[in-house]
């Protein structure tokens, strides 16, 4: 399995700031101490034409030339930087060669990703850019070069927040459907209307959650009877973890990892590949919220695990 990353580019956040920043590179120590199927390659930073497939030109030109007003910076929670320019490039960057890559082995992820609080032309919510809206854009574009055919993309977000920003950039967009698990009371307080949004309670632990999880994905693939999506997003936040900071819900450990088990699953079995972002998690401990990402990547492994099985089966 093939993991992308750009967590060498470090943003220079003031002392105090909520941000765990440091989980990026120890996520990446983990895997490769842990997981030495997963191929890790530095991401490749995304142009502005790239980018421009989900975002309007002037806030591309605007957050590369450091002409963000203070407000703006404000919204994003990132003072801007060369290196926070660097780092949502390359954050980008690394969820469009993960969808490359997912399309041709089924599966494959971004050790970071999963901005979606950014609009079209502003970012907020920790979120400069929108990897998965750019990357979905770019993976139909490039689909539709090579093989005359429409790609149908889904986005199964399972952050404890709602990616508002994914909902607005893709809401008159029938090719590309939002799926949104998320606590009804948390960021952010204004929702975007996505193509299906499940809003759980304060308190929501693993039997409610995972059962929620069954319905919404019921739901999506009856969406899909005349043509299954032919690439999936998954957001899969840890923050949805009974002790993160931010996320007010009461999943254990054993929970998101059956969470993921069932995603993985369930696009597995109907040959549908998946491209991996990570989004929030902000656990009191930064090791524990490390050790709840390494749990996701173990699920995704095993499922690229499970992809290469059948096509060698097929092959014989």
Same mark, same amino acid.
């Given at each position: 399995?093939?993991?992308?990353?750009?967590?060498?580019?470090?943003?220079?956040?003031?002392?105090?700031?909520?941000?765990?920043?440091?989980?990026?590179?120890?996520?990446?120590?983990?895997?490769?101490?842990?997981?030495?199927?997963?191929?890790?390659?530095?991401?490749?930073?995304?142009?502005?034409?790239?980018?421009?497939?989900?975002?309007?030109?002037?806030?591309?030109?605007?957050?590369?030339?450091?002409?963000?007003?203070?407000?703006?910076?404000?919204?994003?929670?990132?003072?801007?930087?060369?290196?926070?320019v660097e780092?949502?490039?390359?954050?980008?960057?690394?969820?469009?060669?993960?969808?490359?890559?997912?399309?041709?082995?089924?599966?494959?992820?971004?050790?970071?990703?999963?901005?979606?609080?950014?609009?079209?032309?502003r970012g907020?919510?920790?979120?400069?850019?929108?990897?998965?809206?750019?990357?979905?854009?770019?993976?139909?574009?490039?689909?539709?070069?090579?093989?005359?055919?429409?790609?149908?993309? $889904?986005?199964?977000?399972?952050?404890?927040?709602?990616?508002?920003?994914? $909902?607005?950039?893709?809401?008159?967009?029938?090719?590309?459907?939002?799926?949104?698990?998320?606590?009804?009371?948390?960021?952010?307080?204004?929702?975007?209307?996505?193509?299906?949004?499940?809003?759980?309670?304060?308190?929501?632990?693993?039997?409610?959650?995972?059962?929620?999880?069954?319905?919404?994905?019921?739901?999506?693939?009856?969406?899909?009877?005349?043509?299954?999506?032919?690439?999936?997003?998954?957001? $899969?936040?840890?923050?949805?973890?009974?002790?993160?900071?931010?996320?007010?819900?009461?999943?254990?450990?054993?929970?998101?990892?059956?969470?993921?088990?069932?995603?993985?699953? $369930?696009?597995?079995?109907?040959?549908?590949?998946?491209?991996?972002?990570?989004?929030?998690?902000?656990?009191?401990?930064?090791?524990?919220?490390?050790?709840?990402?390494?749990?996701?990547?173990?699920?995704?492994?095993?499922?690229?695990?499970?992809w290469a099985?059948?096509?060698?089966?097929?092959?014989?």
């Amino acid at each position: 399995m093939q993991g992308f990353y750009s967590d060498h580019f470090v943003l220079p956040l003031p002392p105090g700031h909520r941000f765990p920043m440091p989980k990026y590179r120890l996520l990446r120590d983990a895997i490769e101490r842990e997981l030495p199927q997963v191929r890790l390659t530095v991401a490749q930073p995304a142009s502005d034409g790239e980018l421009a497939l989900a975002h309007a030109p002037a806030y591309v030109d605007d957050v590369s030339q450091g002409r963000l007003s203070a407000a703006q910076q404000r919204e994003i929670g990132f003072p801007w930087s060369v290196a926070m320019v660097e780092r949502s490039r390359r954050s980008v960057g690394a969820t469009i060669q993960a969808a490359r890559t997912a399309l041709a082995e089924g599966v494959a992820g971004n050790l970071a990703g999963g901005t979606h609080h950014a609009y079209a032309d502003r970012g907020s919510g920790y979120c400069v850019f929108n990897d998965i809206a750019v990357a979905a854009r770019l993976m139909q574009a490039e689909w539709h070069r090579t093989r005359r055919a429409l790609l149908r993309v $889904a986005v199964i977000d399972l952050d404890v927040h709602q990616g508002n920003g994914t $909902a607005a950039i893709f809401r008159d967009d029938p090719t590309v459907y939002t799926l949104s698990l998320h606590g009804a009371k948390n960021f952010p307080f204004r929702k975007e209307a996505s193509d299906l949004d499940v809003e759980l309670p304060d308190g929501t632990g693993d039997a409610a959650y995972l059962e929620a999880l069954d319905a919404a994905l019921d739901r999506l693939w009856s969406a899909h009877t005349g043509a299954l999506p032919g690439l999936v997003f998954y957001l $899969a936040g840890a923050d949805a973890h009974e002790h993160d900071r931010l996320g007010r819900l009461k999943l254990s450990a054993a929970g998101l990892a059956e969470r993921d088990r069932r995603v993985f699953a $369930a696009c597995r079995e109907r040959g549908v590949p998946v491209a991996l972002a990570m989004g929030g998690g902000y656990g009191q401990r930064i090791e524990e919220t490390v050790a709840l990402q390494l749990a996701t990547w173990r699920e995704a492994a095993a499922s690229h695990a499970a992809w290469a099985t059948a096509r060698l089966a097929l092959a014989s």
